[in-house]
């Protein structure tokens, strides 16, 4: 049985409405590659920047199960094991892996998942044997005009999509797959990068649609303009609380988010012990991060 989303309010740090709920979370940054190309996206490894995706190192399922422990022991704040990254879940077998092994061992924690939704309709039974609680789906646009705009392509049964097509197979995965989880009793929140110049008058229909496929909870992240869109504007504070009222009167608005590394542990927006953590050198292979 999934976790209520009574108590995710209380003991999850990314569906507490109203104030914060002061729990922590942990990533595990266990999976590696990215089966799709946001513009915005720089896949990275390094230890310096605070961004979604970027992660200093990536580590087994066996090591993340450590990695609990030890979090856990040092911050009891700490209520929530993710993995956001640094590439897509989906894309690898290590995320899914990760959590059975997790629902084994601490039956105690929320376990918490982000992907961009490429597999989800596929991969959804997987998602809720492994028993998954609260689901991440990145959704940045519902119209394939304007998604084409933010994805480059997808790797899509062993081919390399691009533009309108792309964007339709994406879009069309995404929504099936939230209408499977959250069918399942999966807790399904949605995240939309906000692109001024590209997605600002389109998010309130992401949220519509999102909500009619059953999500529950709506994430709107300011852009941080890099790569392909650092030409592109990081919204201000009044666009991001107008567009966050015309969400809501879809879908209930999250507002705390700290647009965390793929890597971090502790309290979004407050104390990090991932240094203690993930002690490890930098490995430097090419990963993908997460958004
Ligand atoms: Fe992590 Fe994401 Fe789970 Fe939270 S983060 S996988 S739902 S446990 Fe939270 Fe961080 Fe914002 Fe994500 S503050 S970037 S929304
Ligand atoms: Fe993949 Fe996430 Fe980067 Fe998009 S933001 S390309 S989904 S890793």
Wanted: aromatic share 4%; with cysteine.
């Amino acid at each position: 049985m999934s976790v209520s989303i009574e108590e995710l309010r209380s003991r999850h740090p990314c569906f507490a409405l109203g104030a914060k709920n002061n729990s922590g979370r942990i990533h595990l940054p266990v999976s590696p590659g990215c089966n799709i190309g946001c513009r915005f996206c720089k896949r990275d490894i390094n230890d310096t920047e605070v961004r979604p995706g970027v992660s200093s190192s990536i580590i087994t399922p066996d090591e993340a199960l450590d990695a609990i422990r030890k979090a856990t022991e040092l911050m009891p704040e700490i209520q929530v094991a993710g993995v956001a990254g640094p590439g897509d879940t989906l894309a690898t077998p290590y995320a899914l892996e990760t959590f059975r092994k997790i629902k084994d061992r601490f039956q105690d924690i929320i376990k918490c998942m982000s992907t961009n939704g490429l597999m989800l309709a596929e991969r959804a039974g997987e998602v809720i044997e492994a028993g998954i609680d609260s689901l991440t789906v990145t959704v940045n646009a519902v119209d394939p005009e304007i998604l084409a705009q933010i994805n480059e392509f997808i790797i899509w049964q062993g081919k390399r999509i691009e533009g309108i097509e792309a964007a339709k197979i994406l879009i069309e995965n995404q929504l099936e797959g939230i209408r499977r989880v959250s069918a399942g009793g999966v807790t399904v929140k949605v995240n939309t990068v906000l692109i001024p110049e590209i997605n600002r008058d389109h998010v309130k229909e992401v949220a519509k649609a999102v909500s009619e496929c059953g999500a529950t909870i709506y994430n709107i992240i300011p852009l941080i303009p890099q790569h392909k869109l650092s030409h592109c504007t990081e919204p201000s504070c009044e666009l991001l609380y107008e567009v966050r009222k015309e969400a809501e009167e879809y879908i209930k608005v999250f507002r705390h988010c700290s647009r965390c590394r793929a890597d971090a542990v502790g309290l979004p927006g407050g104390k990090d012990i991932s240094k203690q953590i993930y002690l490890r050198e930098i490995k430097a292979e090419n990963t993908f991060s997460h958004g």
